[in-house]
């Protein structure tokens, strides 16, 4: 598909711990880990296996931040963190406010070349 930037883009929905391939860029809001414990875990391995350049959004806590930056040095990648405020609108059956505010970290990983 051609974007109104001109650019190649390929929207996947896929299975992230059976997928395989070799992109660019991955961009993704993966499941934060709160209901299934671990989640955005497996989707950071995957893009990292398949792109030199990730940008991912998740929950912003400390402890996930250094379980984050430390994968990502494992992997070969440097990473930049920004945070931001998000207002989230019940979607799942377990969403009990109207609106929930929480942070976030939008991350920028790029792969270390020697």
Same mark, same amino acid.
């Given at each position: 598909?051609?974007?109104?930037?001109?650019?190649? /883009?390929?929207?996947?929905?896929?299975?992230?711990?059976?997928?395989?391939?070799?992109?660019?860029?991955?961009?993704?809001?993966?499941?934060?880990?709160?209901?299934?414990?671990? /989640?955005?875990?497996?989707?950071?391995?995957?893009?990292?296996?398949?792109?030199?350049?990730?940008?991912?959004?998740?929950?912003?806590?400390?402890?996930?931040?250094?379980?984050?930056?430390?994968?990502?040095?494992?992997?070969?990648?440097?990473?930049?963190?920004?945070?931001?405020?998000?207002?989230?609108?019940?979607?799942?059956?377990?969403?009990?406010?109207?609106?929930?505010?929480?942070?976030?970290?939008?991350?920028?990983?790029?792969?270390?070349?020697?």
């Amino acid at each position: 598909m051609k974007s109104e930037l001109n650019l190649d /883009i390929e929207l996947l929905n896929a299975d992230v711990t059976q997928f395989h391939g070799r992109f660019n860029t991955v961009i993704q809001n993966p499941p934060f880990g709160v209901v299934n414990r671990g /989640i955005d875990i497996k989707f950071l391995q995957t893009a990292f296996s398949v792109a030199d350049t990730v940008y991912s959004i998740h929950k912003s806590n400390e402890r996930s931040r250094e379980i984050i930056i430390k994968m990502a040095k494992e992997y070969g990648f440097s990473a930049e963190i920004l945070s931001e405020k998000y207002k989230l609108k019940p979607y799942y059956p377990w969403h009990m406010k109207r609106v929930h505010e929480f942070l976030v970290d939008i991350y920028f990983f790029s792969k270390v070349t020697r």
